[in-house]
Every structure is written in C-alpha cells, then in structure tokens.
C-alpha cells in the first residue's frame, strides 16, 4: 500500500530543473555623515558625492568543476555526426528488409518472376510472419539469452557492439517486412481483382478490407502517432491488427480453396495445409497470441513519496534489463516500464511510473490494488549489459527505473544519475536500493536543486569513461538530453546505445 494517503485534485506534471543560484553581487548603503578633524588632518572619505553606496565584493567561491556555466552556449555537432545517427541500425535493417523486398517485387510485376506473381500472397504473409516474430516478446527473450550467453565479453568490443545495436534495433525488421508485405498483399489484390471474371466477389472484397486494415494498423504505428497519441496507436495498432489477422485467415482460406478454373469452393482440408501460405498466416497467429497467454492480474503496492512519481512494487525478483508493460484493463491501455530489482532470487521487484499522461496520473490520484501485466517481461538494450567488461549507466529523472537494476546486480557497471532532489522525489526505497548496492566510488548523484543547475553531462561522461575504464554507455533520458548526450559520445568516439524515438 502507499506510504502516505493519496493527493487529491490533478497531479503536476514533472517541473525544469532548477536554474541555478543567485550570484548577483551584494550592495549596501552608506550614509554619509559629516565627520571633524583637526583642520591638518581632515579628509575627504568620498572621492565621488556621486557614489551612494560602497561595492562589497563576495569571497570566492570554488566552482563546481562539472556544473554548467549558465548561458553557455549550446556546441554545435557537426552534419556528418547528425547523419550518422540518424541512419542507424534501424534504419539500416529497415534499408535491407525493405530493399530485398523491392527487388524482388521488381521482378515480379516486370514479368521476369512468374512465381512470385502466382504465390503474391504467400509472400505478403511471410513478411507479416517475420514481421510480428521479431516484435515477439518470447522470440525476443530467447534472442537475448542466446547472444549474452555466446558473446559475453570475450569477442571483440566491435563484434559485442553490434550484437547490442541489431538486437536494439529489431524494429528495423519489423517494419520494413511489414510495410513490405502490404505492397505485396496490394499485388495480390489487384492480381485478384484483375481476374475478377474467374475469381469469386467474395474473395475480392475480403482481399479489399484486409488490406484496408493492414494499411491502417501500419500507420497508426508510425513514430508520430504513436509517441504524441498513445492511446489511438494502441487501439488502431491493435483492435485493427488483430482484425486484419481474422481477414487474413479468411482470404487466405478463400484463396486456396476456391477452384478458378470450374469456378467452384472446393473445402479440402487435405489440400489447404499443403499450402505455404496456410502455415505462414498460422505463424503470425501463434507469435501474436503467445505473448497474451501470460497476461496476469497481479497484486500490486504503491508507494507515493512525491505527487510526481508512483513507485509499483510487484512480488518476485526479476534479472537486470527487462521491461515490463502494465494496464488497468486486460487488453488495453498497456503502458512499458524499466523493472528495478536486486536480482531473481529477491522478493520484489519495482517500477517507476512518473506522472506524464493520463494513466500514470491515475495511479497516483488513484491507486489500484492489483494491476494487469504480461509475467513474462521483455529485454531491453541493458540487458546485454553482461557482454561488456565494465561500463557505464547515466539517465535523467525516472530513467532511474530501466538502469538501476544493471547497477545493483553487476558491481562493474557506473551509474550517473541526474535528476532533482532526488531522495524527496522518489522516495526512500529507491533509495536504498541504491545506498544498499552500489559503492561510492561507483556511483555519481547529481540533483540540479542542490547544486544550482544542470552539469556538463559530457565533462562528466568523458571523466568516468576514462577512469572507470569503460568500454560503453547506456544512455536513458528524455528527447532533448539524449540527442545531446549521443551527439557528445559519437563526436568523442565513446561507444553509446541511447532510448529509441523511432520504432
């Protein structure tokens, strides 16, 4: 249960960081009095009648050698830097899906590929087969536990590197197989319509409304939907897709059961499971429900230490670098957080929900007893964390959530937390958490309301890198501190994995 009785009325959003001190130089007033002295020895105390007061200067004081100077300028990154992040590995998986798709697309309606024109369906659906697998929370576990165990720490740090970047960027996959297989789902609609005369209506109008779906559950996951309107990616994401499944199934049954020769059904379920597409479209059934087989109703504690952050404490320990999605409701409204805990073998595991949108503003207004979850969490970027040697974890306000845990259970991993009045903010079991487990000299808290302002997160980063002697860094922030963040660490050649802003 929470620690203390739930805020009433809207909670505040988060607030700025503190701008700093104020250094402004103390001025006092002087009254001048007339003043006697024997006529050899009178003076003038004030050279100036101008002057009404005397400037006392402050004492000096030393400069905290990571604070940034207020009203530096932002650096400028060069264009190169720029583009190198931008067409990262995402994009890069995305090129090559996508392109291998189009080549052979391009062979297809140019007549050079006859089979690929009489199979245009299979195609589509074995790219929503891959497509929905590498999303595939359970393939996606597996995929983890399969790299960290082969490749931990003793290959070479580039070879370790891009295992991390492709498992991070599995969405490249995802979304160039996806947007790929529509055009080929196109293809066999048309090719359907274009022989329309030996075809049956019914199969062209269920080709018809399965590609309306896929196309709509295709854009509702487009980054600027789905990082400004949630809620509307999800239901459009979802409810359709799951819509679009129902419809692929019954185009594709229609399909291969429909004899266009005699213009007859022929329901022969001998000759359907024969057909590659049947076993594709029973793919993608089975990576979309495994997933929701684990879906629980479980017991849950709030502690509310601010009215700006919700900590959920859940039972069972968890390992490091998983997330974990959470709902109200059994199949709606699934919201993803970074999972805190000392270990597997603990008693509780926690997440960080800090007040931003409407559901997290609930549970701090109104916090629930028991809360829907997927008991099978999935593995972020930190949890390859156990293929390098030592490294380095920084993140900003309730970023704390999804690095923490790498921290606590590998004494060679750095955290840096930059955040304000931390301890007030988030409470005394985080931390503890932290002060229980991770040493001093591992460790750097930065509050921006204690020490006047923002640091120089790259002074900081490029310090710790080199003494620590780290091999990379896991960044978690929002838009703006990221960005910056990896500007600063590919423009200093530091290694850098940060949060992703377009899956």
């Known amino acids: 249960m929470s620690s203390e009785p739930s805020p009433r009325g809207a909670a505040p959003a988060y607030d700025d960081a503190e ?26 105390l004030f050279i100036s ?49 996508f392109s291998i798709n189009i080549i052979m697309f391009g062979f297809a309606v140019s007549g050079h590929w006859p089979y690929a024109i009489k199979f245009a369906g299979a195609f589509a659906v074995a790219n929503f087969n891959v497509s929905i697998l590498v999303r595939n929370e359970i393939f996606g ?38 947007i790929s297989g529509i055009i080929w789902l196109t293809l066999k609609v048309v090719n359907t319509y274009r022989n329309h005369l030996n075809e049956n209506n019914a199969i062209l109008v269920v080709g018809l409304l ?52 005699n213009r007859t059904w022929i329901p022969d379920g001998r000759h359907l499971v024969r ?65 805190i805990s000392e270990g597997p073998h603990a008693k509780y595991h926690y997440m960080i ?20 979850t997927r008991e099978l969490k999935f593995a972020g970027v930190s949890n390859t964390s156990t293929l390098y040697k030592r490294g380095i974890r920084i993140c900003t306000g309730t970023g704390i959530g999804a690095a923490l845990s790498t921290c606590i259970q590998s004494p ?27 040493e001093p000299e ?18 900081i980063l490029k310090d710790v890198y080199k003494s620590w002697n780290a091999e990379v860094v896991f960044i978690t922030s929002n838009y703006i501190g990221n960005s910056e963040m990896m500007q600063g660490c590919k423009e200093a050649g530091i290694p850098c994995f940060g949060t992703l802003w377009d899956f």
């Open 210 to 261: 399965t590609n309306v779906a896929v196309i709509v559950t295709a854009v509702a996951a487009f980054p600027w939907v789905r990082n400004t309107h949630h809620n509307v990616f999800e239901r459009h994401h979802r409810f359709v897709g799951w819509t679009a499944l129902f419809l692929t199934w019954a185009f594709t049954i229609m399909g291969d059961i429909y004899d266009t020769e």
């Open 412 to 438: 060679y991993w750095f955290l840096i937390w930059i955040g304000s009045d931390q301890e007030k903010t988030f409470g005394p079991t985080i931390s503890g958490l932290i002060y229980r487990h991770i």
């Open 275 to 339: 057909q590659q597409d049947f076993w594709y479209v029973m793919g993608m059934t089975t990576w979309i429900v495994l997933p929701w087989i684990c879906t629980r109703e479980v017991p849950v504690d709030i502690e509310l230490p601010s009215p700006k952050v919700a900590v959920v404490r859940f039972r069972r320990g968890m390992q490091q670098g998983l997330l974990g999605r959470i709902s109200r409701s059994a199949v709606k409204e699934y919201h993803a957080f970074g999972i």
């Open 141 to 178: 576990r597996i995929l983890y536990w399969l790299v960290n165990t082969l490749f931990a720490k003793w290959p070479p740090l580039w070879w370790r590197l891009g295992c991390t970047s492709v498992l991070q960027h599995l969405g490249g996959i995802h979304s160039g197989c996806a």
């Open 49 to 97: 009648e101008k002057k009404d007061v005397a400037v006392i200067q402050p004492p000096q004081v030393k400069r905290d050698p990571y604070a940034l100077p207020k009203g530096a300028p932002k650096k400028k990154v060069s264009k190169v830097i720029i583009a190198k992040l931008w067409y990262n590995t995402y994009r890069k998986l995305f090129t090559i899906a």
């Open 442 to 459: 591992r460790l750097l808290l930065w509050d921006s309301k204690a020490r006047g302002g923002r640091p120089d997160t790259m002074k």
């Open 19 to 44: 701008k700093g001190v104020n250094d402004q130089v103390v001025v006092y007033p002087v009254d001048k009095k007339a003043l006697t002295y024997p006529a050899d020895e009178k003076k003038d």
């Open 353 to 372: 929900c800090g007040v931003q949108g409407d559901f997290t503003r609930s549970l701090v207004n109104d916090p629930p007893r028991t809360l829907w």
